[in-house]
RNA sequence: UCCUCGAUAGCUCAGCGGUAGAGCAUCCGGCUGUUAACCGGAGGGUCGUAGGUUCGAAUCCUACUCGGGGAGCCA
């Protein structure tokens, strides 16, 4: 039974409890967890905005209001009536006292318990883990990205624009996608946007798109989930310089405004603030040729003309204090849509961006190839049916100028703000290979 | 696809040739200031599956299944 709503006329949530000190309110969640001292409960209350200590005392409270604190368990829903007082010796220095508990219902045998779990029995309980203060700290710190990539972006002339999800042909046609019955033609998910956004630019000027994308590929590292997400502008008019300015901005400002808004669910993932106040304008940068150099240096077997693997990546990123750019890879071991050097045309006006402390790659970009006869010429190199693609070459062919765009993996940037072991915890439902539950 | 590690109670693990264990969770009892609360008691297992070696296998061997980490590839 509610109590009379003329005394509890306030229903608000558990971040908002301080604004109401010396009242009487009302709270709705799930018990987190319970200590009892036979005839004191104190039940830590969370509802997703926070949690709460909430103490029911047995001589304060009527038999049956007790007798409900008794039989909660832990991820009962309960909805708290009582009166929030200032006390030092809760950790937030106030707390509800209890005058009412409403059971909503039970949760018997709740799995996840507060000791410790394998990795395999909480990927099986994702959809009752992300309940946790930590994984619900990594999903609002992702929500806080997105928010502030979409921020900086429309406050800098950009369009969103979505690219679909289904798609007749492979963008890049090096990895694996995930075909599909389309009706009576084949179709594939989408593994990049890209070449959508291209046209998108064309017609928008800069623009952006935000969604997931599929990679068949039988990963199984830290760094990789089967669909992630992509957020993906395209520039009209860009160059390749423009492109790297506009990067470190973009991503600079993104960390800066999570630092801004998530700095308690940062601290509570034990992140070192340090590390991201550093990332600001300009990014440090290193061509391939000089990286390839260095590595050699480290003792790495690494000739010129060979892509980087992860271990190289991580060692380069690793002498700064902030993500580096590493440009001009060889023409042949990137995508046949990057334009060349003019002065060099061995090399692509491309660049890569490493994040620091290991976590490898977190955007791809490049000045793409605007010219009719050399990406023509790229088709016929790379044995890409020009019937798929005529919609592409259009682009070239009608009103073509000189553009680019960048790719930036979400969860591994949220990753790497987070200070995360491994990707699969920056996706509610991270989809792994041999992981498709739940 | 390759390399590597693993599978024992609901969970996390120990046991590694001789009668299946602990902590937590659950249930019962105690406790008016707890912070992964604590104290006492109880129930709980075809040791991943199938073969093999042995007087005897959770333990040794083989295959398979499922999963973790990594490589390649990529964001």
């Known amino acids: 039974m509610l109590l009379n709503p003329a005394e509890y006329p306030i229903t608000t949530t558990i971040a908002q409890v301080h604004n109401y000190m010396d009242q009487n309110i009302r709270i709705q969640g799930w018990l987190y967890s319970k200590r009892s001292s036979g005839k004191i409960h104190f039940l830590q209350i969370r509802d997703g905005s926070g949690s709460i200590q909430c103490v029911v005392v047995r001589s304060e409270v009527p038999p049956e209001v007790f007798a409900v604190s008794e039989v909660l368990s832990q991820e009962s829903a309960v909805i708290v009536e009582g009166l929030v007082r200032r006390d030092t010796r809760s950790s937030l220095g106030y707390e509800l ?16 318990t507060h000791k410790e779990h394998g990795i395999d029995f909480l990927l099986d309980h994702r959809h009752l883990w992300i309940r946790t203060p930590r994984q619900r700290a990594i999903l609002k710190i992702r929500a806080e990205v997105l928010r502030a990539m979409s921020d900086y972006l429309d406050g800098n002339g950009f369009t969103r624009v979505d690219p679909p999800i289904l798609t007749p042909t492979a963008a890049e046609g090096t990895t694996e996608l995930f075909h ?3 009706f009576d033609q084949e179709a594939y998910l989408t593994q990049s946007g890209q070449m959508y956004m291209e046209a998108a630019a064309m017609a928008m000027g800069k623009v952006y798109s935000m969604g997931p994308t599929f990679r068949a590929e039988r990963s199984k590292t830290r760094r990789h989930l089967i669909e992630f997400w992509m957020i993906e502008p395209e520039m009209a008019y860009f160059t ?3 492109n790297l300015k506009l990067q470190e901005s973009f991503l600079s400002a993104v960390v800066q405004q999570v630092l801004n808004h998530c700095q308690p669910e940062l601290e509570l993932l034990g992140r070192d603030l340090t590390r991201l106040r550093a990332v600001q304008p300009p990014f440090p940068r290193m061509s391939y040729d000089d990286a390839v150099v260095w590595l050699q240096n480290q003792g790495h077997e690494i000739q010129w003309g060979e892509d980087f693997g992860a271990p190289d990546e991580s060692e380069l990123a690793n002498q700064f204090d902030r993500p580096v750019f590493i440009e001009r890879y060889p023409t042949k071991v990137k995508a046949f849509y990057m334009q060349p050097d003019p002065k060099r045309p061995e090399v692509a006006l491309c660049a890569d961006l490493l994040a620091p402390e290991g976590y490898g790659e977190i955007v791809g970009g490049s000045e793409r190839i605007h010219d009719y ?6 088709f016929i190199e790379h044995k890409l049916p020009n019937e798929d693609y005529a919609w592409y070459l259009d682009l070239r062919k009608y ?5 680019s765009g960048f790719g930036i993996g979400l969860e591994r940037t949220v990753a790497w703000i987070c200070g ?7 996706a509610a439902f991270p989809r792994l290979l041999y992981r498709l539950y739940p």
């Open 97 to 112: 006292s209890v005058q009412n508990l409403i059971h909503v219902s039970t949760a018997p045998d709740y799995p996840i």
């Open 373 to 378: 006869t050399l990406m023509k010429e790229r």
């Open 240 to 242: 390749h310089e423009d």
């Open 420 to 426: 995360l072991e491994h990707v699969r915890e920056a």
């Open 399 to 403: 009103g073509s100028v000189p553009h």
């Open 180 to 182: 599909i019955q389309y």
